[in-house]
Protein backbone atom coordinates (compact mmCIF):
# COMPACT_ATOMS: atom_id res chain seq x y z
CA UNK A 1 0.00 0.00 0.00
CA UNK A 2 1.31 3.74 -0.70
CA UNK A 3 2.70 5.31 1.99
CA UNK A 4 1.05 8.57 2.97
CA UNK A 5 3.48 11.14 4.06
CA UNK A 6 2.43 14.63 5.00
CA UNK A 7 4.24 17.52 3.63
CA UNK A 8 4.12 18.63 7.47
CA UNK A 9 6.39 15.20 8.52
CA UNK A 10 9.02 16.08 5.75
CA UNK A 11 9.33 19.53 6.41
CA UNK A 12 10.13 18.24 10.27
CA UNK A 13 12.23 15.16 8.99
CA UNK A 14 13.73 17.88 6.79
CA UNK A 15 14.44 20.58 9.12
CA UNK A 16 15.56 17.44 11.84
CA UNK A 17 17.85 15.92 8.80
CA UNK A 18 18.99 19.64 7.93
CA UNK A 19 20.34 20.14 11.72
CA UNK A 20 22.22 17.01 11.32
CA UNK A 21 23.67 17.66 8.42
CA UNK A 22 25.57 21.14 9.36
CA UNK A 23 29.03 20.70 8.42
CA UNK A 24 30.79 23.30 10.37
CA UNK A 25 33.77 24.23 9.24
CA UNK A 26 34.85 26.23 12.10
CA UNK A 27 38.17 25.36 13.26
CA UNK A 28 39.45 28.37 15.14
CA UNK A 29 41.57 29.53 12.14
CA UNK A 30 40.98 33.19 10.49
CA UNK A 31 38.88 33.62 7.56
CA UNK A 32 41.69 33.27 4.74
CA UNK A 33 40.90 36.39 2.31
CA UNK A 34 42.85 35.12 -0.72
CA UNK A 35 41.22 34.24 -3.71
CA UNK A 36 37.56 34.36 -4.82
CA UNK A 37 35.45 35.83 -1.45
CA UNK A 38 36.96 35.25 1.88
CA UNK A 39 35.49 37.59 3.93
CA UNK A 40 32.11 36.19 4.28
CA UNK A 41 32.64 35.48 7.60
CA UNK A 42 30.55 32.89 9.60
CA UNK A 43 28.33 32.90 6.51
CA UNK A 44 26.09 29.67 6.60
CA UNK A 45 26.15 28.38 2.56
CA UNK A 46 23.39 26.21 1.20
CA UNK A 47 24.15 23.27 -1.00
CA UNK A 48 21.15 21.95 -2.19
CA UNK A 49 21.91 18.68 -4.94
CA UNK A 50 18.53 16.96 -7.10
CA UNK A 51 19.21 13.30 -6.95
CA UNK A 52 21.10 9.92 -5.07
CA UNK A 53 20.48 8.14 -8.21
CA UNK A 54 23.90 9.88 -9.97
CA UNK A 55 27.53 9.06 -8.65
CA UNK A 56 29.10 12.43 -9.40
CA UNK A 57 26.92 15.15 -6.42
CA UNK A 58 28.24 12.49 -3.74
CA UNK A 59 31.64 11.38 -4.54
CA UNK A 60 32.59 14.77 -6.44
CA UNK A 61 30.16 17.87 -6.27
CA UNK A 62 29.28 18.10 -2.14
CA UNK A 63 32.94 17.30 -0.97
CA UNK A 64 34.92 19.58 -3.52
CA UNK A 65 31.97 22.26 -2.73
CA UNK A 66 32.53 21.89 0.92
CA UNK A 67 36.33 21.93 1.23
CA UNK A 68 36.69 24.59 -1.05
CA UNK A 69 34.29 26.63 1.30
CA UNK A 70 36.40 25.41 4.74
CA UNK A 71 39.55 26.61 2.87
CA UNK A 72 38.73 29.91 1.71
CA UNK A 73 36.25 30.57 4.96
CA UNK A 74 37.29 28.40 7.88
CA UNK A 75 34.60 29.98 10.23
CA UNK A 76 31.42 29.52 7.53
CA UNK A 77 29.44 26.35 7.46
CA UNK A 78 27.89 24.56 4.81
CA UNK A 79 24.19 23.62 5.23
CA UNK A 80 23.58 20.28 2.56
CA UNK A 81 20.53 18.09 1.61
CA UNK A 82 19.80 16.15 -1.31
CA UNK A 83 16.45 16.18 -3.18
CA UNK A 84 16.24 12.49 -3.98
CA UNK A 85 14.79 12.86 -6.96
CA UNK A 86 11.45 14.65 -5.32
CA UNK A 87 10.95 18.44 -6.50
CA UNK A 88 8.46 19.43 -3.53
CA UNK A 89 11.37 17.73 -1.38
CA UNK A 90 13.76 20.26 -2.81
CA UNK A 91 11.45 22.97 -1.97
CA UNK A 92 10.82 21.81 1.86
CA UNK A 93 14.89 21.81 1.89
CA UNK A 94 15.12 25.14 0.48
CA UNK A 95 12.78 26.67 2.80
CA UNK A 96 14.41 25.08 5.74
CA UNK A 97 17.80 26.70 4.79
CA UNK A 98 16.16 29.78 4.89
CA UNK A 99 14.73 29.76 7.93
CA UNK A 100 18.05 28.67 9.28
CA UNK A 101 19.48 31.81 7.74
CA UNK A 102 22.03 30.79 4.95
CA UNK A 103 23.37 33.49 2.94
CA UNK A 104 23.41 32.12 -0.04
CA UNK A 105 21.56 29.05 -1.81
CA UNK A 106 23.51 27.10 -3.67
CA UNK A 107 21.05 24.97 -5.85
CA UNK A 108 21.24 22.14 -8.18
CA UNK A 109 17.68 21.96 -9.41
CA UNK A 110 15.52 18.74 -9.74
CA UNK A 111 13.16 20.48 -11.63
CA UNK A 112 14.48 23.53 -13.58
CA UNK A 113 10.56 25.35 -13.44
CA UNK A 114 9.82 24.17 -10.28
CA UNK A 115 12.64 25.73 -8.35
CA UNK A 116 12.03 29.00 -9.94
CA UNK A 117 9.51 29.64 -6.94
CA UNK A 118 12.58 28.72 -4.50
CA UNK A 119 14.64 31.53 -6.29
CA UNK A 120 11.43 33.81 -5.35
CA UNK A 121 11.34 33.05 -1.95
CA UNK A 122 14.75 33.32 -1.57
CA UNK A 123 14.56 37.13 -3.32
CA UNK A 124 12.26 37.93 -0.80
CA UNK A 125 14.42 37.24 1.82
CA UNK A 126 17.67 39.01 0.03
CA UNK A 127 19.64 35.69 -0.25
CA UNK A 128 20.98 35.29 -3.82
CA UNK A 129 20.80 32.10 -5.58
CA UNK A 130 23.89 30.57 -7.78
CA UNK A 131 22.05 27.76 -10.30
CA UNK A 132 24.32 25.33 -10.07
CA UNK A 133 25.27 22.93 -13.21
CA UNK A 134 21.39 23.07 -14.12
CA UNK A 135 20.07 26.69 -15.48
CA UNK A 136 16.72 27.09 -13.30
CA UNK A 137 14.03 29.42 -15.39
CA UNK A 138 14.40 32.24 -13.71
CA UNK A 139 15.66 35.73 -14.24
CA UNK A 140 16.37 36.44 -10.26
CA UNK A 141 19.23 33.59 -9.88
CA UNK A 142 22.67 35.63 -9.43
CA UNK A 143 24.88 33.49 -11.22
CA UNK A 144 24.83 30.18 -13.34
CA UNK A 145 27.61 28.07 -13.60
CA UNK A 146 28.10 24.76 -15.64
CA UNK A 147 29.34 22.94 -18.71
CA UNK A 148 28.38 23.60 -21.87
CA UNK A 149 25.62 21.07 -22.25
CA UNK A 150 24.94 21.55 -26.09
CA UNK A 151 28.57 20.91 -26.58
CA UNK A 152 28.36 17.72 -24.42
CA UNK A 153 25.32 16.19 -26.56
CA UNK A 154 27.80 16.99 -29.36
CA UNK A 155 30.54 15.32 -28.64
CA UNK A 156 28.61 11.90 -27.68
CA UNK A 157 26.80 11.68 -30.58
CA UNK A 158 29.61 12.49 -33.25
CA UNK A 159 31.72 9.85 -31.00
CA UNK A 160 28.86 7.21 -31.57
CA UNK A 161 28.54 7.98 -35.30
CA UNK A 162 32.54 7.82 -35.73
CA UNK A 163 32.58 4.93 -33.96
CA UNK A 164 29.79 3.09 -35.85
CA UNK A 165 31.14 3.91 -39.10
CA UNK A 166 34.93 3.23 -38.30
CA UNK A 167 33.02 -0.39 -37.60
CA UNK A 168 31.55 -0.20 -41.08
CA UNK A 169 28.11 -0.10 -39.77
CA UNK A 170 25.26 0.18 -42.74
CA UNK A 171 24.11 3.92 -42.81
CA UNK A 172 20.93 3.55 -42.17
CA UNK A 173 21.56 1.18 -39.00
CA UNK A 174 18.78 1.17 -36.26
CA UNK A 175 19.82 3.15 -32.60
CA UNK A 176 18.61 3.83 -29.13
CA UNK A 177 18.47 7.39 -27.72
CA UNK A 178 18.31 7.13 -23.66
CA UNK A 179 18.36 10.89 -22.44
CA UNK A 180 18.19 12.38 -19.20
CA UNK A 181 15.29 13.90 -17.27
CA UNK A 182 13.01 15.58 -18.36
CA UNK A 183 12.79 17.92 -15.48
CA UNK A 184 16.46 18.99 -16.14
CA UNK A 185 16.83 21.75 -18.33
CA UNK A 186 20.60 20.13 -18.93
CA UNK A 187 19.18 16.78 -19.99
CA UNK A 188 17.28 19.25 -22.93
CA UNK A 189 20.38 20.61 -24.06
CA UNK A 190 22.25 17.14 -24.43
CA UNK A 191 19.51 16.16 -26.57
CA UNK A 192 19.55 19.07 -28.31
CA UNK A 193 23.06 18.53 -29.10
CA UNK A 194 23.03 14.66 -29.76
CA UNK A 195 20.05 14.88 -32.33
CA UNK A 196 21.79 18.20 -34.07
CA UNK A 197 24.34 15.34 -34.74
CA UNK A 198 22.17 12.34 -35.22
CA UNK A 199 19.83 14.30 -37.44
CA UNK A 200 22.75 14.74 -40.27
CA UNK A 201 23.00 11.02 -40.40
CA UNK A 202 20.41 8.26 -41.80
CA UNK A 203 20.80 5.88 -38.77
CA UNK A 204 17.04 4.92 -37.57
CA UNK A 205 16.13 6.07 -33.99
CA UNK A 206 13.83 3.16 -33.30
CA UNK A 207 13.58 4.43 -30.30
CA UNK A 208 13.65 7.27 -27.23
CA UNK A 209 13.20 7.55 -23.76
CA UNK A 210 13.58 10.49 -21.28
CA UNK A 211 14.30 9.02 -18.49
CA UNK A 212 12.57 10.48 -15.47
CA UNK A 213 14.92 11.59 -12.54
CA UNK A 214 18.06 10.06 -14.54
CA UNK A 215 16.97 6.36 -12.88
CA UNK A 216 19.23 4.11 -14.30
CA UNK A 217 16.59 1.10 -13.31
CA UNK A 218 13.95 3.05 -15.51
CA UNK A 219 16.72 3.50 -17.96
CA UNK A 220 17.45 -0.56 -18.26
CA UNK A 221 13.42 -1.41 -18.25
CA UNK A 222 12.41 0.90 -21.31
CA UNK A 223 16.09 -0.80 -22.93
CA UNK A 224 14.60 -4.29 -21.93
CA UNK A 225 11.00 -3.51 -23.86
CA UNK A 226 12.62 -1.97 -26.58
CA UNK A 227 15.02 -4.90 -27.34
CA UNK A 228 12.15 -6.96 -26.95
CA UNK A 229 10.20 -5.40 -29.67
CA UNK A 230 13.18 -4.62 -32.10
CA UNK A 231 15.96 -7.56 -31.22
CA UNK A 232 18.58 -7.39 -29.84
CA UNK A 233 20.81 -7.87 -32.89
CA UNK A 234 19.31 -4.74 -34.96
CA UNK A 235 20.39 -2.53 -32.35
CA UNK A 236 23.89 -1.37 -33.42
CA UNK A 237 24.71 1.90 -31.60
CA UNK A 238 23.01 3.28 -28.39
CA UNK A 239 23.14 6.98 -27.28
CA UNK A 240 23.09 7.16 -23.78
CA UNK A 241 22.88 10.06 -22.07
CA UNK A 242 25.06 9.90 -18.95
CA UNK A 243 27.39 6.90 -17.24
CA UNK A 244 24.61 5.53 -14.94
CA UNK A 245 21.86 5.37 -17.71
CA UNK A 246 24.12 3.85 -20.32
CA UNK A 247 24.91 1.09 -17.12
CA UNK A 248 21.21 0.62 -16.98
CA UNK A 249 21.16 -0.11 -20.89
CA UNK A 250 24.00 -2.24 -20.70
CA UNK A 251 22.64 -4.56 -18.17
CA UNK A 252 19.27 -4.63 -20.33
CA UNK A 253 21.56 -5.89 -23.55
CA UNK A 254 23.28 -8.78 -21.65
CA UNK A 255 20.62 -9.74 -19.94
CA UNK A 256 18.43 -10.10 -23.48
CA UNK A 257 22.13 -12.58 -24.71
CA UNK A 258 24.44 -10.04 -26.21
CA UNK A 259 27.96 -10.67 -26.53
CA UNK A 260 29.44 -8.19 -28.55
CA UNK A 261 27.83 -4.65 -26.99
CA UNK A 262 26.95 -1.92 -29.88
CA UNK A 263 28.87 1.43 -29.64
CA UNK A 264 27.31 3.52 -26.37
CA UNK A 265 27.88 6.36 -24.87
CA UNK A 266 27.56 8.12 -21.44
CA UNK A 267 28.94 11.37 -19.56
CA UNK A 268 30.45 12.29 -15.93
CA UNK A 269 33.28 10.23 -16.24
CA UNK A 270 31.87 8.04 -13.37
CA UNK A 271 34.40 5.16 -11.68
CA UNK A 272 32.13 2.98 -13.43
CA UNK A 273 31.68 4.42 -16.63
CA UNK A 274 35.57 4.12 -17.13
CA UNK A 275 36.27 0.96 -15.58
CA UNK A 276 33.35 -0.35 -18.46
CA UNK A 277 35.28 1.63 -21.63
CA UNK A 278 38.33 -0.29 -20.71
CA UNK A 279 36.57 -3.68 -20.49
CA UNK A 280 34.79 -2.51 -23.68
CA UNK A 281 31.21 -2.60 -22.95
CA UNK A 282 30.74 1.58 -23.22
CA UNK A 283 32.86 3.29 -26.06
CA UNK A 284 32.89 6.49 -24.01
CA UNK A 285 32.08 9.31 -22.19
CA UNK A 286 32.16 13.18 -21.28
CA UNK A 287 34.95 14.36 -18.90
CA UNK A 288 33.21 17.62 -17.15
CA UNK A 289 35.98 18.16 -14.40
CA UNK A 290 33.67 18.83 -11.43
CA UNK A 291 36.82 20.54 -9.39
CA UNK A 292 36.57 23.84 -11.61
CA UNK A 293 32.51 23.63 -11.39
CA UNK A 294 32.11 22.91 -7.71
CA UNK A 295 34.82 25.23 -6.62
CA UNK A 296 34.16 28.08 -8.93
CA UNK A 297 30.14 27.28 -7.15
CA UNK A 298 31.73 27.66 -4.10
CA UNK A 299 33.99 31.09 -4.77
CA UNK A 300 31.04 32.49 -6.09
CA UNK A 301 29.18 31.34 -2.56
CA UNK A 302 31.66 33.62 -0.99
CA UNK A 303 31.89 36.46 -3.06
CA UNK A 304 28.03 36.93 -2.86
CA UNK A 305 27.95 35.96 1.06
CA UNK A 306 30.46 38.92 1.03
CA UNK A 307 27.95 40.94 -0.73
CA UNK A 308 30.02 41.18 -3.41
CA UNK A 309 29.29 40.90 -7.09
CA UNK A 310 29.36 37.27 -8.41
CA UNK A 311 32.79 36.81 -10.54
CA UNK A 312 31.10 35.99 -14.17
CA UNK A 313 32.68 35.82 -17.43
CA UNK A 314 29.54 35.12 -19.48
CA UNK A 315 25.97 35.14 -19.94
CA UNK A 316 22.81 32.67 -21.11
CA UNK A 317 19.69 32.61 -21.77
CA UNK A 318 17.05 31.23 -19.57
CA UNK A 319 13.95 29.20 -21.28
CA UNK A 320 11.64 31.96 -20.41
CA UNK A 321 14.41 34.38 -22.57
CA UNK A 322 15.91 36.00 -19.17
CA UNK A 323 19.43 36.79 -19.07
CA UNK A 324 21.60 35.00 -16.49
CA UNK A 325 25.59 35.82 -15.41
CA UNK A 326 27.29 32.64 -16.21
CA UNK A 327 30.82 30.52 -15.88
CA UNK A 328 30.30 27.75 -18.95
CA UNK A 329 33.30 25.48 -18.35
CA UNK A 330 34.33 22.99 -21.43
CA UNK A 331 33.45 19.12 -21.55
CA UNK A 332 35.49 16.87 -22.91
CA UNK A 333 34.88 13.37 -24.82
CA UNK A 334 36.49 10.55 -23.29
CA UNK A 335 37.21 7.16 -24.60
CA UNK A 336 39.88 4.20 -23.38
CA UNK A 337 42.70 6.13 -26.10
CA UNK A 338 42.46 9.56 -23.40
CA UNK A 339 41.60 8.16 -20.07
CA UNK A 340 45.64 8.59 -19.39
CA UNK A 341 45.63 12.18 -20.55
CA UNK A 342 42.37 13.64 -18.75
CA UNK A 343 40.76 11.90 -15.79
CA UNK A 344 44.13 10.51 -14.37
CA UNK A 345 45.93 13.33 -15.15
CA UNK A 346 44.14 15.99 -13.57
CA UNK A 347 43.52 13.50 -10.53
CA UNK A 348 40.10 12.53 -10.63
CA UNK A 349 40.65 8.62 -10.18
CA UNK A 350 44.25 7.19 -10.28
CA UNK A 351 45.47 4.05 -12.05
CA UNK A 352 44.82 2.52 -9.08
CA UNK A 353 41.12 3.40 -8.62
CA UNK A 354 41.00 2.44 -12.32
CA UNK A 355 43.03 -0.65 -13.10
CA UNK A 356 41.31 -4.22 -11.35
CA UNK A 357 42.79 -7.23 -11.82
CA UNK A 358 40.62 -7.88 -15.07
CA UNK A 359 41.51 -4.40 -16.45
CA UNK A 360 45.14 -4.87 -15.88
CA UNK A 361 46.11 -5.71 -19.52
CA UNK A 362 43.56 -3.01 -20.46
CA UNK A 363 45.44 -0.61 -18.49
CA UNK A 364 48.74 -1.61 -19.65
CA UNK A 365 47.11 -1.16 -23.20
CA UNK A 366 46.38 2.35 -22.53
CA UNK A 367 49.24 3.65 -20.68
CA UNK A 368 47.00 4.01 -17.44
CA UNK A 369 49.83 3.16 -14.78
C1 LIG B 1 22.88 16.48 -15.18
C2 LIG B 1 24.36 16.61 -14.99
C3 LIG B 1 25.04 15.40 -15.50
C4 LIG B 1 24.27 14.11 -15.32
C5 LIG B 1 22.87 14.21 -14.76
C6 LIG B 1 22.53 13.18 -13.73
O1 LIG B 1 22.23 17.65 -14.93
O2 LIG B 1 24.89 17.76 -15.64
O3 LIG B 1 26.36 15.42 -15.06
O4 LIG B 1 24.99 13.09 -14.74
O5 LIG B 1 22.48 15.45 -14.32
O6 LIG B 1 21.99 13.68 -12.60
Known sequence: MKKVVTRAAIAAASIALLAGSLTACSNGSQASSSGGGGSATNAKIGLLLPDSVTARFASADRPLFTDRIKEKCPDCSVLYQN???????????????????????????????????????????????????????????????????NKVGELQATALVDRMKDLGIADDAGVLEVNGSPTDNNASQFKAGAQSVLSTTSYDVLGEYDTPGWDPAKAQSWAAGQISKVGVDNIKGIYAANDDTAGGVISAMQAAGATDLPPIT??????????????????????????????????????????????????VKTASGKTVPSVILTPVAVTADNIKDTVVKDGLFTAKDICTTQLADACTKYGIK
Not at 122 to 142: C, E, H, Q, T, W
Open 83 to 149: AGGDASKQQQQAQAMLTQGVKVLVLDAFDGEAAASIVSLAKSKNVPVISYDRLINSGDVSAYISFDN
Open 266 to 315: GQDATLAGLQRILAGKQYMTVYKAFKPEAEGAADLALELAAGKKASTTST
